[in-house]
């Protein structure tokens, strides 16, 4: 059986702790590899070299790191498929969205390539008589990463491509559901000519994410999963005096209002609820239907779903693959199950492949759902739709101010001011206005409000870019000595 182990100092690494977990086939159900969790010594080995590795990483200038994250770029794009491959193996994505995965990664690369221009200060000459003032940002030194199941390429790359260019060096701790992603990529990165103890990925459970949360060495941790533990991860990271940026669960919300095109938000929809399984923190969960339209878009939404082909990556027809595991397999078929009981209506029930081989389930929806019922407050993060009927625009905005989450919501209309009005209103950290994902572009940041972020900085982009730094202002003066005193008042501008 194959052997995932630790990659440090540019090569891989065999685990000495004696523990070791299963790595699945979410299609076939069969154990494929067994992964090395790390200990706390190996833990502390591998912060100490990335410790080491960081003054002559910081000192290497902005020219040289843009010219490696270059290659890395080039590096990803001519190994787009064989990267997809593994994603299909290990967590079960078809193809198409697996390489989807990736270049939504690579964008984040290609922005962090950019570095000399986002890490340019400010200056300001004369700002007392012979005084100027200039602004710089400087490295933390080493940060972390501790990254989901769900997306083991792209998640990584939103974490690691800034860090890396601003000058920290960076120990990732990937899930270890489906760790060979990671390894892959640091093998991309040593290609690409970066120095060694720079990046490094150490595999491991709860014991290596609690030592990353209180070593001494470690400055910041970045962190993306349930709320649960996002929330975990922020309050002890913060208590033993880290930056952290933790990003939670979701239950986003898609707003239908009367004069929207219900076909093509019928299409948005079901696209938005299945793609991936539904195993995304962007993944529409609840659609909120105008009762004057509702009957009509559940019903093309359940017409859409026997369209979706389910079934392996292996199989080009495939469209959505199999969930990560038979235990959060089950635990989803739980609340299609249990919806009825709550006074919910199955109009699709798509549980019928729990028995299957692999870890499938067919797309499910939900009718009549309303908060207090656990299908509709839990963070389902399966292939179930679930549809809650309201009278309008204010009541369904109300709706997803009142919910505790606030990563994602779109509203579908053909009213240009309604929709400008939403997103004025909305308490959510990313709106999409007949966009059912408003994933951002590279070039913004990512990242919600409420129960969906702790911390105050967002992921990637400019944020990014100042969450693994630190600004600093220099004053200085270079006056004629023969001017110099004795002033012991405050210093003043004028």
């Not at 601003?166 to 390894?183: H, I, R, W």
């Not at 859409?304 to 082909?309: L, T």
């Not at 729990?354 to 407050?377: R, T």
């Not at 549809?387 to 109300?398: I, N, S, T």
Request: hydrophobic letters at 40%; aromatic letters at 8%; charged letters at 20%.
């Amino acid at each position: 059986m194959d052997r995932i182990s630790h990659w440090v100092n540019n090569k891989v690494v065999r685990g000495t702790s004696g523990r070791t977990g299963k790595v699945f086939n979410p299609a076939t159900g069969e154990v494929q590899a067994e992964v090395d969790l790390a200990s706390v010594e190996e833990m502390d080995s591998v912060i100490a070299i990335a410790k080491a590795a960081f003054p002559a990483w910081r000192a290497t200038n902005m020219s040289r790191r843009a010219e490696i994250m270059f290659r890395m770029r080039e590096l990803l794009d001519a190994n787009r498929k064989e990267l997809a491959s593994i994603l299909t193996l290990e967590h079960g994505k078809v193809p198409s969205d697996a390489l989807g995965e990736i270049a939504r990664g690579v964008e984040n690369v290609e922005f962090a390539c950019g570095i000399p221009a986002l890490l340019k200060g400010g200056y300001t000459e004369q700002a007392s008589s012979g005084v100027d003032v200039y602004s710089i940002r400087q490295p933390l030194g080493v940060v972390a990463g501790i990254t989901p199941f769900n997306f083991p390429a792209m998640v990584p790359m939103w974490m690691f491509a800034n860090a890396l260019m601003c000058g920290n060096t960076f120990v990732l701790k990937p899930s270890e559901k489906d760790p060979s992603a990671s390894m892959f990529i640091a093998d991309l990165l040593r290609q690409a000519g970066l120095p060694e103890g720079v990046f490094n990925v150490v595999h491991g459970d709860k014991v290596a994410v609690d030592r990353i949360l209180d070593h001494p060495d470690i400055a910041a941790v970045s962190f993306v999963g349930s709320t649960p533990i996002a929330r975990y991860v922020y309050e002890t990271g913060t208590k033993n005096g880290k930056r952290v940026q933790a990003l939670g669960g979701a239950k986003n919300h898609m707003l239908v209002l009367p004069d929207a095109d219900l076909n093509m938000a019928a299409d948005a929809a079901v696209s938005a609820a299945y793609g991936s399984s539904g195993e995304r923190c962007m993944a529409v969960s609840v659609v909120l239907a105008s009762e004057a339209i509702a009957d009509d878009l559940v019903g093309k939404i359940k017409e859409r779903i026997p369209n979706i082909k389910v079934g392996p990556g292996s199989d080009p027809a495939a469209e959505m693959g199999p969930l990560i595991s038979k235990e959060h397999r089950d635990k989803v078929a739980g609340y299609v199950a249990n919806a009825p009981s709550e006074g919910a209506t199955v109009v699709v029930d798509g549980t019928d492949r729990a028995k299957d081989a692999g870890f499938f389930l067919n797309p499910s929806l939900i009718d009549n759902v309303k908060p207090g019922m656990k299908c509709y407050d839990d963070e389902i993060f399966g292939p179930v739709l679930t549809v809650m009927r309201v009278k309008g625009y204010e009541d369904g905005l109300a709706t997803i101010n009142d919910n505790q989450f606030g990563n994602g919501t779109a509203i579908f209309t053909r009213d240009g001011g309604v929709a400008r009005q939403f997103q004025y209103d909305v308490n959510v950290g990313m709106v999409g206005i007949n966009v059912p994902i408003p994933v951002p572009v590279s070039y913004y940041s990512f990242g919600g409000w409420k129960a969906s972020l702790f911390g105050d900085q967002h992921m990637y982009g400019p944020e990014g870019i100042n969450f693994y730094t630190r600004g600093k202002v220099v004053t200085s003066r270079w006056p004629d000595p023969r001017t110099s005193s004795v002033n012991l008042g405050f210093p003043q501008n004028r």
